[in-house]
């Protein structure tokens, strides 16, 4: 075993990583989205068990149409499963799966491993190795794509800071834009405003948004959302733009050293005691990617 796969082993049984991978995946039990999810990589053998996982014991109302829209088709065909689509299907799954890891595999060697492996070939690697091997080449992406997304922080903010309108509270960290005037109370500090809002990347593509008026709190924020909207008078609109170092760096939810960009209306500056007694921490919902980040715990490769 090479010198790096041992670093990867010492990892894999307890060591803390020098980074952790954040990726997005799909839940293929529900066919919803689902962003925010952190880890250090997919080892094979959870992938292989949340395959099996999902097709046997996956019982949601998705669920159960779809194998019923399988029934039919196979009684129009006496009681015949179509295999040839069965196997389609289960491929275009175990695609979907690999995607989500965050690099490109070289799928023809990946089916020659699937035929070595029915026909009981020995492997290549064995499957602490296999699991090591793809840690390490996804933490040499994650620092790649980090390094890159700072590079492009960093070059953003400096340009912005002189386009019209632009006003900066934190030099080269934090800038907003006000997009329309409000009126009435004033967001302060350790206030719980009732907002809208919408996330997105430097390439403009959305990663959250609010889908009806969502009651926050502000010490439970990221300190570059939670500094941008103080100050915020009801009814403004602004757009955030928040550096990396004031959003979630290379920790949280979201790709590594990601510049944000957010555009948030306040529809009301504070909540009243009734809406603060019925409000749940926002780290539990769907306004995650403006949360402060909760830890997960380590992976083990057992």
């Not at 390490?136 to 953003?156: G, P």
């Not at 340009?159 to 006003?167: H, L, V």
Request: net charge negative; hydrophobic share 35%; charged share 25%.
């Amino acid at each position: 075993m090479n010198s790096k796969l041992q670093q990867a082993q010492k990892k894999s049984l307890g060591y803390k990583s020098a980074t952790e991978y954040i990726w997005s995946f799909q839940d293929y039990s529900t066919g919803e989205f689902v962003m925010f999810i952190k880890s250090k990589f997919l080892p094979l053998t959870a992938f292989a068990l949340t395959l099996a996982f999902s097709a046997t014991n996956a019982k949601t109302p998705k669920t159960h149409e779809v194998q019923n829209n399988v029934l039919e088709e196979s009684n129009e065909e006496d009681g015949k499963i179509d295999l040839q689509k069965v196997s389609q299907a289960f491929g275009h799954l175990i695609g979907k799966n690999l995607d989500s890891i965050g690099f490109e595999f070289d799928m023809t060697e990946v089916i020659k491993g699937m035929k070595d492996s029915i026909a009981g070939k020995e492997s290549p690697m064995n499957e602490t190795e296999c699991v090591q091997a793809i840690s390490l080449v996804q933490e040499e992406v994650f620092q790649k794509t980090a390094t890159k997304n700072l590079d492009e922080a960093n070059s953003f903010m400096t340009k912005n800071a002189k386009e019209e309108g632009i006003i900066v509270l934190e030099k080269d960290k934090l800038q907003y834009k006000i997009e329309k005037q409000g009126e009435g109370t004033v967001v302060e500090k350790y206030f719980s405003p009732m907002i809208r809002y919408s996330g997105k990347f430097l390439d403009g593509k959305v990663f959250g948004t609010s889908q009806e008026d969502e009651l926050i709190s502000l010490d439970e924020t990221i300190s570059g959302f939670s500094q941008g909207i103080v100050g915020m008078k009801e009814g403004e609109k602004r757009t955030l733009y928040i550096h990396p170092e004031l959003g979630y760096g290379t920790s949280g939810y979201l790709p590594p050293n990601s510049l944000l960009v957010f555009e948030i209306e306040v529809v009301k500056a504070n909540a009243t005691p009734k809406q603060e007694d019925s409000f749940t921490s926002i780290s539990k919902e769907g306004t995650r990617e403006i949360a402060v980040p909760k830890e997960k715990p380590d992976v083990v490769i057992r």
